[in-house]
């Protein structure tokens, strides 16, 4: 077979199949040991039924011959996902509502006589702006007094964060980075306030779940030791169900989250700012964009409006909320918002560093949106801007950027609490730097302001 192929380490893990790219095209692999259950997969009418709720990705069967395949049983392609992101870039509603859909996907699964082998927040992607499920093979054949054999999992990836950022800090959500097999049950039970001893869905799910771990964690016992009748099983599931529903977080007032009814535009300003990106846009012709500083998605809406799948970063869980509670109430399908700190940007991590992939590995984007940003890159962060534009060139094509300039009001907002050593923040400098990685195609003063817009297009720098 004359074909390029490469295998994705995200799921080398599952013996039952594994994701492979052709010519860079993605592909599953099913081996003949998933056989039965697929195939109960596709027979029953739960994949269908699935895929017509909108909770599982849909897939087509082909066929491709090789070494590489004839001894697997099936070789599907599944649709396209615009943009693979993780649950520690997740705001708080988008943890909660991966959660409720997998719940969702388990409670169908029963009445089909399926059952979830796991529950990771990984097989989980938002997809046209709902979460949906990704692994085909996460479904077994249920059997009877089965316990589910995933629910430690579902509570260390989905219930522990939740638990933590609704009742401690919702910045916790941080600790998914550390821990991406999820969140331990113990550790959780620690941070955990006081009060939730008394609350019966932490003290059964985390606080006495943790102990049973602990108590355990040294003894071998046969896998199914402990029977579980179908309505028990079922009745679990509404329980977490309820659990989970009964999380709150609601987006206070921070620092930037109230960016746009704190702003130092004016009304004409701003419209002539959008006016520019919206003009920036048409020239750059992008498929997709990555507005980096997004805050609650004003700029970036204006990319989604032109049918751009657009994901909209920003570092202020507040803000990231808001965008999301929009795009949710909007139904809203070409944005995606996610948590993220541009100065610490996501690495790669797991197994050799390949199990989940990096920022950069992720793109390039066509166009990226930097609005407002470069100030808190090279200021708050003292970042030189030979290194931002260095950085920027590895994200995108395009780049619609803006700079401020040390006597516009934001900047000495940042200034005002330290000592100004920033001799090399002019114009000039910037230009200068950026023109090593970009080539600037146009640039215009914002009206009102002394703010300038930038369009540049990245050179072939080796």
Not at 74 to 102: G, H, M, R, T
Not at 212 to 228: D, F, G, I
Not at 366 to 378: E, G, K
Request: charged share 20%.
């Amino acid at each position: 077979m004359n074909a390029e192929i490469s295998y994705l380490s995200s799921s080398f893990r599952d013996p039952s199949g594994f994701l492979f790219l052709e010519n860079g095209t993605l592909f599953r692999s099913i081996t003949r040991l998933y056989q039965q259950n697929y195939d109960h997969l596709m027979q029953s009418g739960l994949y269908n039924k699935l895929v017509e709720s909108n909770l599982l990705l849909p897939h087509m069967e082909v066929s491709l011959s090789g070494k590489d395949f004839d001894h697997n049983y099936k070789v599907i392609q599944p649709e396209l996902l615009s943009f693979v992101s993780y649950p520690y870039e997740w705001c708080f509603n988008q943890i909660k509502d991966a959660a409720l859909a997998l719940i969702e996907i388990q409670k169908q699964s029963l009445a089909f006589n399926m059952i979830l082998k796991d529950a990771s927040a990984y097989n989980m992607q938002f997809h046209k702006g709902k979460p949906i499920l990704i692994d085909t093979l996460s479904f077994e054949i249920y059997k009877e007094d089965q316990p589910w054999v995933a629910y430690r999992q579902f509570c260390q990836h989905f219930l522990a964060p939740l638990s933590l950022m609704a009742f401690r800090d919702v910045r916790l959500s941080q600790l998914m980075r550390i821990y991406i097999d999820g969140l331990p049950l113990d550790l959780t039970s620690k941070l955990l306030p006081m009060s939730t001893w008394f609350n019966f869905s932490f003290l059964s799910h985390i606080h006495l779940h943790a102990k049973t771990q602990k108590r355990y964690e040294s003894k071998a016992l046969p896998r199914y030791s402990h029977k579980v009748r179908k309505d028990s099983l079922i009745a679990l599931i509404h329980h977490l169900e309820s659990a989970i529903t009964g999380l709150k977080w609601l987006p206070a007032g921070s620092e930037w989250s109230e960016y746009y009814n704190d702003t130092n535009y004016s009304q004409k300003a701003m419209q002539h700012k959008q006016q520019l990106v919206d003009y920036y846009l048409v020239e750059s012709k992008p498929r997709t964009v990555w507005d980096l500083g997004a805050n609650t998605g004003a700029f970036s809406r204006i990319a989604m409006h032109k049918d751009i799948h657009t994901i909209a970063f920003d570092l202020d869980p507040a803000a990231v909320e808001k965008n999301y509670l929009q795009m949710r109430e909007n139904k809203e399908t070409k944005i995606l918002p996610l948590c993220l700190d541009l100065a610490n940007p996501t690495p790669a991590m797991g197994w050799a560093h390949k199990e989940r992939l990096s920022l950069v590995e992720r793109g390039p984007s066509d166009t990226v949106l930097a609005l407002a940003l470069i100030h808190h890159l090279a200021i708050s962060n003292n970042l030189p801007f030979s290194h931002i534009a260095f950085f920027l060139s590895q994200l995108c094509h395009y780049l619609i950027i803006e700079f401020i300039p040390k006597n516009d009001s934001q900047v000495q907002r940042l200034l005002c609490t330290r000592k100004d050593i920033f001799t090399h923040y002019s114009q000039d400098h910037f230009e200068a730097s950026f023109q090593t990685y970009f080539l600037i195609l146009k640039r215009e003063k914002i009206t009102d302001t002394e703010r300038t817009l930038y369009l540049m297009e990245k050179l072939n720098v080796c």
